[in-house]
């Protein structure tokens, strides 16, 4: 089979990249963590920023922070972050 039709990362494992961060035990985890899910279905890597963060998508204790970072995409004017807060708070 050719190498362009197998996909060697799928369903892989830990995250593809580093989330930057803090420590579960830091208060603002879970605000870092809220924008890392964001960040990462801006570029198609929603399972990754899971992974690292411990949460799913839509997880119901980051809605205050997704709704600060949608309040701030709508201002910027940043169309695609605030689809996909959007779509998170759905």
């Known amino acids: 089979m050719s190498r362009a039709f197998v996909n060697e990362d799928a369903g892989g494992g830990g995250p593809r990249r580093d ?4 420590s579960r035990d830091d208060p603002d985890f879970d605000r870092v963590a809220a924008r890392a899910l964001l960040e990462a279905a801006r570029v198609g890597e929603t399972e ?30 940043d169309d695609r972050l605030e689809q996909v807060a959007r779509r998170f708070l759905r």
Do not use: C, K, M
């Open 48 to 77: 990754s920023a899971e992974n690292a963060t411990g949460y799913f998508w839509g997880e119901q204790r980051l809605h205050p922070y997704v709704r600060a970072i949608l309040a701030e995409a709508v201002r910027d004017g």
């Open 19 to 22: 989330y930057h961060l803090p």
